[in-house]
């Protein structure tokens, strides 16, 4: 493929600036035989096209999410590409034939009423998704308690909204693979686990304070009960032979008297990266912090 394949969406908290420092901490097992990939929160999914790529020796992945139309989104872009980029580039087509930044941010709302108003087929869903994604305020995915699309309106002058060498790189990357796309709770992966398992998970974030909550990819929050419960599935995956990676929040970083994570995870390894932020409305709030890495393997 001479387009690399990555994310076809700007995800919070997306995992293309890490993969250097991530692949460093894989279990060195998953380099000797085959074995079963598992990203039960799939997100942007730099992670699965990294890992696609750079381990042949994949014999199954699995991918989940929450979020419907994400999930949707994966599905259309491996079985149905070509109707997808025909129904983007008509929406780029006239998007960009739209002279104004007045006028633009009424095609811009029209098409955020369409999306939350579940109008469309499968594959005109996935594409007002995209669009939304690439002409929003900076590129951020966010719903509301009633699951409502409501990110203002971008003003970039000239946004790529079909990308069509990255889809049909996506595309071929999903049709090789064979994977199975998931919509629902993580904790349904654990029924895919299959001899030699590497799970990689990137749940929404514990805030680092009370200004920083953003966890919305999808209705409804994530909380600490939820990452308690996400530290007990962390157990089976133990229990079941599994190797598995978590990301999250580095809260002590923020805080030192917070350490809800080291108290969590006491029985394993957590490590620290480094990651820059860009997705906050505030510009003084983005830039390096670190994130914890939290692994049962040496």
């Not at 097992?29 to 942007?44: L, M, R, W």
């Not at 104004?100 to 007002?128: K, P, T």
């Not at 909550?213 to 994530?222: Q, R």
């Not at 390096?288 to 692994?295: D, G, M, N, W, Y």
């Amino acid at each position: 493929m001479s387009t690399e394949a990555k994310p076809f969406l700007k995800w919070a908290g997306g995992k293309g600036q890490l993969l250097s420092q991530l692949a460093a901490h894989l279990p060195p097992q998953i380099s000797k035989e085959p074995f079963t990939y598992i990203e039960p929160f799939v997100g942007g999914g730099a992670m699965l096209f990294y890992m696609l790529q750079h381990f042949s020796n994949i014999r199954k992945a699995v991918i989940n999410d929450v979020n419907d139309d994400l999930v949707l989104a994966y599905m259309t872009i491996k079985d149905n590409v070509d109707k997808l980029i025909a129904n983007l580039s008509e929406l780029e087509k006239h998007y960009l034939a739209t002279e104004g930044q007045d006028a633009r941010s009424l095609v811009f709302y029209e098409i955020r009423e369409r999306y939350n108003r579940h109008e469309g087929n499968g594959v005109e869903r996935v594409a007002q998704l995209i669009f939304l994604n690439k002409t929003c305020f900076n590129g951020l995915y966010r719903v509301n308690r009633k699951g409502l699309f409501n990110v203002p309106f971008g003003k970039y002058a000239n946004p790529t909204i079909c990308n069509e060498p990255l889809l049909r790189a996506d595309s071929q990357l999903l049709q090789k693979a064979n994977i199975e796309i998931c919509q629902g709770d993580y904790s349904q992966t654990i029924e895919h686990v299959d001899g030699l398992t590497f799970v990689y998970l990137d749940p929404p974030y514990r805030p680092l304070d009370a200004t920083s909550s953003f966890t919305a990819y999808a209705k409804g929050d994530f909380n600490d009960d939820d990452q308690r419960a996400l530290a007990a599935f962390c157990h089976q995956l133990s229990d079941v032979g599994c190797y598995w990676m978590e990301s999250n929040a580095d809260c002590s970083a923020k805080n030192p008297e917070d350490t809800f994570f080291e108290e969590l995870y006491k029985d394993y390894r957590i490590e620290r990266v480094y990651a820059s932020r860009y997705i906050n409305a505030n510009p003084e709030k983005r830039g390096k912090l670190t994130e914890l890495l939290i692994k049962n393997y040496e």
